[in-house]
């Protein structure tokens, strides 16, 4: 009989379905939740932390963005390194060292330091992901508990996602913007406690060495190139943007020629030559990419064009966060009976309908309309993309669930970072493109008022009489025609979507049926 105290293992032969497997999901479920939430919280500190430490525009920007440039750089790297020298083992590393500076970076006495903090706070935040999802693979080998796991898994991200504004809110009103940041530390408390006693450790039972060199190119090739784009996207056609695009596609080709031509590689190109696998990380990232796409007009529209507060529109979309759990755990059963295709087929059809509503209603969106949309969005988002990272987990052998997850990952930070960035801009490009912009203003005011919807409403109080309702009038008018457009490019960035999957995504067998029985590899204990 196995101590309790003991670091587990699983021996399929003897016991195929880990007995503490449920308490493992509840303690994996710490970290993403955290991440998720950690993914929105930090704007609504932004004005505290201007206030406090007197960042300049451009080292506000650095405060934001350089986490999600170093998270997306590292993720494929860190879920290969998952692989080799232990999944659980990483997934605490990550844990700890998260903790441990999320609660110095709530202490930090200037803009630079919370921008070395953050950085930090990204390289260990790439080990917690790939880790959660890959232990998921290892922990539920029955391929229908797997496939309602997987759906908690998503739910829980998702559900971060919403509240991280709730969250940000109630912590403001009564602490100060450090407080975003201790919210990590009594989180992954228990998981720290718990972890290596009900989550068993997993690993490739043949690995290579770790290639230092991959993991640098790796890095070197996905910051600058995700960088860039942000940069153009915000400046437009600049000698820096376009340089650090191309420095990123010359590192992107230096990597791939990497890994194929040393005999370990850190990311396994053969995965893409599998169809299901392909497919649904497609699937996967352009769902993100169009749904982040709706949350960066959609957060502006319900505050700045209807006026709500932003406690008061996160509770707005709350309604959706729980629908899109639900469909999760609908999609987990409806795969019993129907294709993995047909499901993610579904949830894709329902998330194009969701901007086909705002299409429809760009000239009369009230909250409602809104909230409405936001709920068939979460509905369709969470109900095919539960289905497609089972199959991303699925298609792959299980030594490989490290970097397959990683991968998985990768794309959804790039969807997060490039959807708000390349739908961000066609917003503002319509917006400046239609908005007219009175006599009168400073040059300051001048400017804000044609860059941004929010320049706009501020500059507008500044002006006498009718001249400021003209103006807050004609804003509103060029960003609604802004939010039309985008809605179309994400409709029809859906439809790629359902045209890949439809074209690699198997007919036959349902995820949630098992699978012909394969010799897995046995993960090993520390």
């Known amino acids: 009989m196995q101590s309790p105290v003991s670091a587990p293992t699983l021996d399929r032969a003897a016991a195929p379905l880990y007995k503490h497997r449920y308490v493992s999901l509840a303690l994996l479920m710490l970290p993403v939740l955290l991440v998720s939430v950690d993914n929105t919280v930090l704007s609504f500190a932004l004005p505290s932390i201007s206030r406090d430490l007197g960042p300049s525009s451009t080292t506000l920007l650095w405060i934001v963005d350089v986490y999600p440039l170093i998270l997306a750089g590292l993720l494929v790297a860190m879920g290969t390194v998952g692989d080799r020298v232990g999944r659980r083992r990483l997934l605490m590393i990550g844990a700890t060292g998260f903790a441990l500076v999320s609660a110095a970076a709530a202490f930090a006495p200037s803009a630079e330091l919370l921008i070395a903090a953050r950085a930090l706070m990204a390289f260990f935040g790439a080990m917690l992901m790939p880790s959660t999802l890959s232990l998921l693979r290892n922990i539920f080998t029955d391929a229908r508990e797997r496939t309602m796991a997987i759906a908690i898994w998503a739910g829980g991200f998702a559900a971060g996602s919403s509240l991280g504004p709730i969250v940000g809110g109630i912590l403001l009103e009564h602490f100060a913007w450090g407080s975003v940041f201790l919210l990590a530390v009594p989180v992954l408390i228990p998981l720290l406690a718990l972890g290596f006693v009900f989550i068993p450790e997993s690993r490739d039972p043949n690995p290579g060495r770790i290639d230092v060199l991959s993991v640098v190119l790796s890095l070197a090739a996905l910051t600058p190139f995700v960088f860039g784009i942000k940069q ?63 949350l960066f007009f959609a957060s502006q529209h319900l505050q700045l064009v209807l006026g709500l507060s932003p406690l008061d529109s996160g509770l707005l979309l709350l309604p959706a966060t729980l629908v899109g ?51 068939v969005l979460s ?3 969470s109900f095919a993309e539960t289905i497609s990272n089972d199959v991303i987990l699925a298609s792959v052998p299980e030594e490989k669930a490290g970097a397959a997850a990683g991968i998985s990952e990768t794309a959804y930070e790039l969807g997060v970072v490039l959807g708000t960035a390349v739908l961000g801009a066609v917003l503002s490009a319509f917006y400046r493109a239609n908005v007219v912009v009175p006599s009168g203003l400073d040059p300051a005011a001048d400017r804000a008022a044609g860059e941004t919807l929010g320049g706009a409403m501020s500059a507008a109080s500044s002006l006498p009489g ?24 994400a409709v029809a960035l859906i439809a790629t979507a359902w045209l890949v999957v439809h074209r690699t995504l198997r007919t036959t067998r349902p995820t949630g049926r098992p699978a012909p029985a394969a010799a897995p590899a046995a993960p090993v204990a520390d």
């Open 232 to 294: 153009l996207a915000h400046d437009g056609i600049t000698v820096a943007g376009v340089a650090a695009v191309v420095v990123g596609l010359v590192v992107g080709a230096l990597f791939v020629r990497r890994q194929r031509r040393i005999p370990n590689p850190l990311l396994d190109l053969a995965l893409f030559a599998n169809a299901p696998f392909a497919g649904s990380i497609v699937a996967n990232f352009l769902s993100v990419f169009s749904l982040v796409g709706f």
């Open 466 to 489: 009718s001249a400021g309702e003209t103006l807050v009038a004609s804003a509103k008018a060029a960003f609604e025609s802004g939010i039309g457009v985008t809605s179309t490019i």
């Open 379 to 381: 509905f369709g988002v």
């Open 325 to 375: 759990i639900g469909a999760g755990m609908l999609a987990a059963v409806l795969v019993r009976r129907l294709s993995p295709r047909s499901v993610v087929l579904g949830g894709l059809s329902c998330t194009a309908a969701g901007f086909a509503m705002v299409v429809l209603f760009q000239h009369d969106l009230t909250a409602m309309v809104v909230a409405i949309a936001f709920v």
